[in-house]
């Protein structure tokens, strides 16, 4: 199965990336859900929490506050003013 | 004779403690580039996200903004002017004002109204020296910018940009900062941030690095909107992590330069104090040989 390549960068730091399965996230419209195969998106990012779920390990929480989100062949680039992972996969 | 010796004592004492500063501002400084070049490698990232988001959108959608008009006539300009809080860093402050007083003059040359924003202690100083009006100034973390500064920044000017120009407003921004290129060439360097002059994305031989076609959530001039003043914050952001980088590495060759005249120095007035010492001895004993002398004859 096909599985979307995810990066997560604040402004001043990066904060994480890695193959993902699904990845949640609220917009300034609603929640969306990324799965591999999505079409081409820019969405504006509402404050709140992104869940990635990765190929292997536990679900990742970050939270963000504010930004906006691309998709493009199974590429997602969430970009956050600032962002922080609240539970990271070990 | 002995107080020729005491003044080269003095002098050597003074330079040798002078040289220790130095050294001491040497490895500082190097410590730090390390730290402000992989601040600058950490924002980049994100301004690449942006910078492509940003020229996929206004390439696309074709939505006429504000930020990306171009305005028939300028009447009045901004100017921000980013120098070091600080100084001991070479001419690293004054080849910066120095570009920044060339494009002043440009713009006035055009009958443009300048405001001038600064970033820097020793902008602020020469600004002030001069008695010349500044529109608003920031000090502070020159050598550590913080991305609250820069959003800082970037309201402020975003405001400045969207008011009218018969109540202040400005039609154009400049930034003008020093470019980090090497640990040897920092380039002073004119940007113009405002309006926006988005780089449409090149078309390259490799089929993938094409924009797809976007949807917009929610509407394309919404995410314009949203995603242009940030576009703003990381291009001002960028800017102050280069100057910072800049002047790390400028002050560091400085500081180089300083101890290694210090040592050249110490050099000098140890040769001058040991002379003036053997002159002494030599005086000394002409005098007990002489005296000596007489009193056999």
Not at chain 2, 24 to 51: D, F
Not at chain 2, 124 to 139: G, I, L, M, P
Not at chain 2, 217 to 225: A, C, F, K, T
Request: charged share 25%; proline share 3%; net charge negative.
């Amino acid at each position: 199965m096909a599985e979307l390549d995810v990066e997560v960068v604040a402004a001043d730091h990066f904060v994480w990336s890695g193959a993902a399965r699904r990845v949640n996230a609220f917009t300034a419209d609603g929640d969306i859900g990324v799965l591999p195969g999505h079409t081409p998106v820019i969405a504006l990012l509402a404050a709140g929490r992104v869940e990635i779920e990765p190929t292997e390990g536990a679900r990742v929480h970050i939270s963000a506050d504010g930004g906006f989100f691309s998709v493009e062949n199974n590429r997602v680039t969430i970009v956050a003013d600032d962002a922080v992972i609240v539970d990271a996969a070990s | 004779m002995g107080a020729q010796i005491r003044v080269y004592r003095q002098k050597i004492s003074s330079t040798t403690s002078m040289q220790k500063i130095f050294k001491a501002m040497e490895l500082i400084a190097t410590s730090r580039i390390g730290k402000a070049r992989a601040r600058v490698s950490a924002s980049l990232p994100y301004a690449k996200a942006i910078t492509r988001a940003v020229s996929a959108v206004a390439s696309q959608s074709e939505v006429d903004h504000p930020l990306t008009r171009e305005p028939e006539t300028s009447t009045r300009s901004a100017v921000l002017i980013c120098a070091s809080d600080r100084g001991l860093a070479g001419s690293y402050s004054s080849s910066v004002l120095k570009e920044a007083e060339q494009l002043l003059t440009k713009l006035k040359a055009e009958g443009k109204e300048v405001d001038v924003y600064l970033y820097g202690r020793k902008a602020e100083a020469y600004f002030d020296f001069r008695n010349r009006t500044t529109k608003r100034v920031w000090t502070g973390n020159t050598d550590e910018p913080l991305f609250e500064t820069a959003k800082e920044i970037g309201a402020a000017v975003l405001e400045a940009f969207n008011q009218d120009t018969a109540s202040g407003g400005v039609d154009e921004i400049h930034l003008v900062f020093t470019q980090f290129k090497s640990m040897v060439t920092q380039e002073p360097n004119v940007v113009r941030l405002l309006p926006l002059e988005v780089v449409e994305e090149k078309v390259s031989e490799k089929t993938t690095d094409l924009l797809p076609l976007y949807e917009y959530e929610p509407e394309p001039e919404q995410v314009l909107d949203g995603l242009l003043p940030r576009y703003i914050d990381s291009r001002v952001f960028a800017a102050l992590l280069q100057a910072a980088a800049s002047e790390l590495a400028a002050r560091q060759r400085a500081m180089k330069t300083a101890g290694d005249n210090a040592s050249e120095l110490i050099k000098k007035y140890t040769r001058l104090r040991n002379n003036a010492r053997q002159a002494e001895i030599t005086q000394e004993l002409t005098e007990i040989v002489a005296g000596a002398d007489s009193l056999s004859a």
